[in-house]
């Protein structure tokens, strides 16, 4: 595609010279002609009156030579207008002149001029004609004519070479017009081409400015005008990926409703929360994405009343999930004034460790209060007058005697706990085999176990490496977890210990019972102090609650850890894993 | 649903409304279900209470969509696909409603049980309630998402609720037959047992209408394992 603009200046160049030539033709071409014509005619005059000098006779005898030097046709007319002769016509017969024109004009003014088609010569011919005189007498004429096509000639001749100027003053213009509208029209191209770039959504590169003129002005103008702009809209662009980045890096979820209650946007954190697909929740309402009855009714309220609403909102499917839900609406959104936005914050720790110290205290105050209401009882009883009956007085005492064991156990617990939470309890480590301690532990709880007919199986193969714990604490741990097997293990059930080596590092116990079990949901909240699967399940079986606690506290601070898994009606298994002793450190 | 705009901008919003206004009927029987679990684990009759008071809003909701889907097939005469959702629906919605009906029953049981002591631990129970639950989440998330594999896996589930309950019968039949003081209890545990296992039936009813809405095919009095799996 050449250039339109290169096509206009180049034509207007083309047009401007073809006019020069049209005005020439026109108005100077008329002129040149007036202005060659007069000056041959004032040659021929010249001549004519130089010759008129002369006498006729004289005239007559040199017409010839008179024709030569002047370059014309002389014709000698006397004054009664006879020819007399002619340098062209020298035999034939001419009729009288006396009434041509340039002759009339000759014999009143002494010269005379005419342009005539001369019907001899068969051609547009010049006349000069010049009264010859003599003593103020008219003695004839003498006629000067000569063909005009002559003067055309030598116009032509002229002509020739104007043409030939203006050709040659016209190939170089038009080649510097052309060299020009080039100039002009390709950087202006260049420029469109950038400019079509930028609109297809391009960043072009930068254009060298080609000259230093407006055209070179306006490249770098329009050269920073680019940069500019790109430079804003990758502002606009890191801006938006920070806050996105912001947005999706939040712990909270977040997201957006659009004017039909879909979600039209939402963050990393969101998505998380509720474990969908991006497809699952992008154009879904609350309800389809959450399945909260809670949250509906918040959202309801909202859409109603258009107030923040606070709300508590417990979703999980598979997993407890409480959410703290704030529904508002966006203030100062591009466009739509009443988008909604919600916002969840994941509280379901914080609502573990609430509901844990709530039980915590409920626990304490329950646990500790049942054997004191049991003592306080027996012994009012006493008080009452039972003390006189020996029988009852011993019961009762022992009774109150147990509960304040009970008491007691409890709040030797407790302190332990605490003890190795605070980490004051001082453990000594040594290289003990926990085979050996399995065994004293067994033959400590058999009495129990044969109570209830339950067999307990051990299988300790003898490559036990040892382990690096304190040996009481170890003690501890296990009765603690054969203790609960055998409490929770029907009659005539089975308990089977095994000790393995593993992976080089640990060494594995597992006491496997074939008891009630624990359901899943329970597993993760076995740790915590008095927390019991059922309300009444262990207190009826006499533990403090306690126990497991004890135990998970105790193995971390043997850099070990405790894993129960459980299949509820088939039974539980408890892991524990010990480090192993290393030699050197043994020392 | 959303693969087809319908012309009408209105109708669209009143068919959209419906099926909302069932997942929130859904969502709402769910957390009575779920209530009523909580309050026989943790002996919480204010909990059973609260269940069986909040029974007002799913009959309300209930009306609300019979309604909606009534005026919907009388003013808009919908056609195959909509004609099949609408009608669906207010099957569905007649099921969820029945199933907030029993989980009142439940809570009343629970009333009761909770003025005794209790009788045994409770496991085969929450697993119940838990699968029951679960089938009608996955029954309606079939049918918002149109997924005839999902609701068909919530027909075949319908079995291991039927299995606990036979097995918590048994348990519960060894008890009495050892203790007749403990017929009493025995028999409101076996009543909330079977108030499940009905649940589920319910449910798996909701997942048979998923598949004839989405098929086309009748499949309510098919053995759900033919043809699939085998």
Sequence with gaps: MKSRLFFKIFATYLILVLLVMAVMEFFLTPKIRETITRGVMERMIGHGRIMALMTVDEMLRKVTELAAGSEARITIIDASGKVLADSSWKDQKMDNHLNRSEVQEARLKGQGTAIRYSRTLQQNMLYVAIAVRERDHIQGYIRLSRSLEEVSLSIEHLYWSIYLTLFIITIPSLLLAFLFARNIASPIRRLMELTQKMRAGEKPPPMLAASDDELGRLTQDINFIIEAQHE???????????????????????????????????????????????????????????????????????????????????????????????????????????????????????????????????????????????????????????????????????????????????????????????????????????????????????????????????????????????????????????????KFTPPAGAIKITAAKQDGETVAVRIADTGIGIPKNDLPRLGERFYRVEKTRSRDSGGTGLGLSIVKHLMAAHGGRMEIDSTPGQGTTVSLYFPVARPPADS | MDAKRHTSKQYEAELLEVKENLLYLGALVQEAIEDSIQALMERDTELARKVIANDVNIDKLDDEIEEKCVRLLALRQPAARDLRFITTAIKINGHLERIGDMAVKICEKIALLNEEPQLKPYIDLPRMAEIARSMIRQSLDALVN???????????????????????????????????????????????????????????????????????????????FEGQET
Aim: some cysteine; overall charge negative; charged content about 30%.
């Design chain 1, 232 to 486: 804003k809209i990758r502002l606009a662009t890191e801006e938006k990926s920070k806050l996105e980045a912001a947005f999706d890096g939040m712990v909270e979820g977040v997201l957006t409703l659009d004017g039909d209650n879909r979600i039209d946007q939402f963050n990393r954190g969101l998505r998380k929360m509720v474990g969908k697909r991006r497809a699952d929740i992008l154009g879904k309402t609350p309800l389809e994405v959450f399945r909260s009855a809670d949250l509906q009714a918040s959202f309801l309220r909202f859409r109603e009343t258009r107030e923040t609403v606070w709300q508590e909102v417990a979703l999980g499917d598979e997993r407890p999930l409480i959410l703290d839900v704030n529904i508002s609406a966006i203030k100062g959104y591009p466009g739509d004034e009443g988008k909604i936005m919600m916002v969840f914050h994941d509280v379901t720790r914080l609502k573990q460790l609430e509901r844990m110290r709530m039980d915590f205290v409920a626990n304490v105050t329950h646990e500790i209060r049942t054997p004191l209401t049991a003592i306080i009882g027996y012994i009012e009883t006493l008080l009452q007058g039972a003390v006189h009956d020996r029988e009852q007085m011993g019961r009762f005492l022992q009774t109150a005697h147990n509960n304040a064991q009970r008491l007691n156990r409890l709040v030797d617990d407790l302190l332990t706990l605490s003890n190795i939470e605070m980490g004051e309890t001082k453990m000594q480590f040594r290289a003990v085999t926990i085979a050996e301690i399995i065994g004293e532990v067994l033959k400590t709880m058999a009495p129990q176990a044969a109570g209830k007919k339950i067999t307990v199986e051990e299988n300790l193969p003898e490559d036990i490496p040892l382990v690096c714990a304190d040996r009481d604490r170890v003690f501890q741990i296990l009765l603690n977890i054969l203790d609960n097997a055998i």
């Design chain 2, 146 to 224: 149109e997924d005839v594999e999902l609701a068909n896996k919530v027909r075949r589930e319908d079995e291991i609720v039927d299995s606990l309950n036979e097995q918590i019968f048994r348990e519960l039949l060894t008890f009495m037959m050892e203790d007749h003081r403990t017929i009493h209890r025995s028999l409101l545990i076996m009543q909330i047992s079977k108030t499940l296992e009905r649940i589920s039936d319910h449910a798996k009813s909701i997942a048979d209408m998923v598949v004839f809405m989405i098929t086309g095919m009748n499949v309510r009095h098919q053995w759900p």
